[in-house]
């Protein structure tokens, strides 16, 4: 797929195969993006259910183990919606 998109012939080895793919699919941006879309989900299900504020949290840890600074800023918010 990588040499499709750049117009080369050359096949990828195993080994620039997982380099692009670590370079891309595990950058900065795309896990800041991963943890928005767990934080978006969790604050759905906060506002859709607020007397069971555990799944928040829940997405808020699981979007800290994506992208630390993430999780911790969706923390503050949801404590922040639930006083």
Avoid: I, K
Avoid at 34 to 48: E, I, K, R
């Amino acid at each position: 797929m990588f040499g499709w998109c750049t117009g080369s012939e050359l096949c990828m080895n195993r080994r620039a195969l997982e380099a692009f793919r670590n370079r891309q699919f595990w950058s900065r941006a795309a896990r800041y993006s991963y943890a928005a879309v767990l934080v978006s989900d969790g604050f759905f299900l906060l506002q859709a259910q607020p007397h069971t504020p555990a799944f928040f949290f829940l997405f808020a840890a699981l979007a800290g183990v994506v992208a630390p600074e993430v999780g911790l800023l969706a923390l503050v918010l949801g404590a922040h919606y639930l006083l």
